[in-house]
């Protein structure tokens, strides 16, 4: 008989703040911490870079405009060796900075000033989705035939993708939405579809997440969103696969 596992209790979670405004970073954990996160707090780019290898978080709180080491590089370095969930914070509107942060592998984006009661909740729905991927040969779920698309062959048992026989190394994100489509070849996906699929129903960050995450996921595939042979843009809609 087998005994459904309790999901972790926010206490079992590891938090990190990088931001320079200190007086912010207190704020911030002690929201975590009445939630029952184990919280870090570093004030530029190097020491929270350090504190990224050291602490290993589960979820990284990261300031755009960092002393020494900005949040872009930091993002970009931490995504080297961690699979952790960034969301990062910027004091500008400026929509290029906000999704240039992403598509160096940040999973959301707040603009200050923001509610402390909004970012710990984006924080639990994320946690409630797994970050890495399983271990190759650990099945998601029913056994499935991998699907060819073109010089694509996506495994959703083995958790592979490869290009021309090449393998291509994505995200767990990244992996969830090629998947999602390829597993739909014929059907456009709206954003909040791929949303609903991939972040889950209670996800209420802001759907254009979508298009940057699938803006890497072109460039990784060598597609040009200008002539495309496998993720198709339909305007006003969302995406669907093509026949590659």
């Known amino acids: 008989m087998t005994t459904a596992q309790t999901p972790p209790t926010p206490a079992a979670y590891r938090a990190l703040v990088i931001d320079d405004e200190r007086s912010l970073t207190k704020v911030i954990r002690e929201y975590l911490e009445r939630d029952g996160f184990t919280v870090r707090e570093a004030w530029d780019g190097l020491s929270g870079l350090a504190a990224v290898r050291e602490f290993d978080p589960e979820v990284v709180i990261l300031d755009l405009g960092l002393p020494g080491l900005d949040g872009i590089e930091l993002c970009r370095e931490l995504r080297r060796f961690s699979d952790c969930y960034v969301i990062m914070l910027t004091a500008r509107g400026d929509e290029v900075d906000k999704l240039v942060g992403l598509s160096v592998g940040a999973d959301d984006y707040l603009t200050k000033p923001f509610s402390m009661r909004e970012l710990v909740a984006r924080i639990k729905v994320m946690l409630r989705r797994p970050r890495s991927l399983p271990t190759p040969g650990e099945s998601p779920g029913a ?96 995406y669907r696969m093509g026949a590659g």
Request: hydrophobic share 45%.
């Open 143 to 238: 056994s499935s035939a991998p699907i060819s698309i073109g010089a694509i062959t996506i495994d959703s048992d083995a958790w592979t993708v490869t290009l021309d026989g090449a393998p291509v190394e994505l995200t767990p994100t990244e992996f969830h939405i090629l998947a999602a489509l390829a597993n739909r070849p014929n059907l456009v996906l709206s954003r909040r579809q791929l949303v609903d699929l991939v972040w889950g129903e209670d996800w209420f960050g802001e759907e254009r997440l979508v298009d940057v995450h699938v803006g890497r996921l072109r460039r990784k595939l060598r597609d040009h969103a200008g002539d495309p042979r496998y993720i198709i843009t339909v305007r006003g809609v969302g």
